[in-house]
């Protein structure tokens, strides 16, 4: 993402003022893409790594990507919700931008306590794909989402381990894409995540091995 493309907006919220970073490619753009980041109370904010490294790979895909601070992070007001009001912030965003960029397809992706939230959001804003990397189920209730949700996981994940997520997933059938050495913030995968996220955009899965959950 080159730094030209980059704004600042401050958003109503139904907590009042939502801090985002939007990067929008303009004429080239073919779709919204709205980035959740993990736990605001154990330092997660819309600049984390894995989030960044979303936002990099929907951009370069031409996606309008707009990455919020969740309430009490940055500029951003209201306090922790629970994911309850977290949800109900990203919803009012989505919101947003359709008001702002027209009636586009829109992208759903989280990661962590992020990725939570989305599975939310999902049932109530009409979304084209939701993408979910290292989902925190084994300590939110996430919802159940469509087959064709990408879910990235890796192996060696101590914070949600890969256990509880193909727990989560196996009666929905839903395919894990496992990342082998892979811990919470994929460090050292960054770049593994980016290249799996562009290809299950455009229609393909590969680049780690898939799991059935």
């Not at 801090?19 to 819309?46: F, K, M, Y």
């Not at 984390?48 to 919020?68: D, I, M, Q």
């Not at 989305?118 to 087959?147: G, H, I, K, S, Y």
């Amino acid at each position: 993402m080159h730094p030209s493309t980059l704004t600042e907006a401050l958003l109503d919220g139904p907590a009042g003022t939502i801090e985002v970073a939007i990067n929008d490619p303009g004429t080239s753009r073919r779709g919204l893409a709205l980035i959740a980041h993990p736990h605001p109370l154990q330092g997660g904010t819309r600049d984390n790594k894995v989030v960044t490294t979303l936002a990099r790979a929907l951009f370069s895909l031409g996606y309008c990507v707009w990455r919020p601070n969740f309430r009490g992070v940055g500029r951003s007001a209201g306090v922790y919700a629970e994911g309850r009001g977290e949800a109900d912030d990203l919803v009012r965003l989505a919101e947003h931008m359709l008001e702002r960029h027209g009636e586009q397809a829109i992208l759903l992706a989280g990661f962590s306590f992020g990725a939570f939230v989305q599975t939310q959001v999902a049932r109530r804003v009409r979304a084209e794909r939701l993408a979910l990397v290292a989902p925190a189920v084994n300590r939110f209730d996430a919802e159940p989402v469509a087959a064709d949700t990408l879910v990235v996981h890796g192996d060696q994940d101590a914070v949600v381990p890969l256990a509880a997520v193909l727990a989560w997933a196996q009666p929905q059938s839903l395919p894990i894409v496992v990342i082998p050495g892979g811990e919470h913030f994929f460090h050292g995968r960054l770049t593994q995540l980016q290249r799996i996220v562009v290809h299950w955009c455009r229609g393909h899965r590969g680049g780690a091995a898939s799991t059935q959950g």
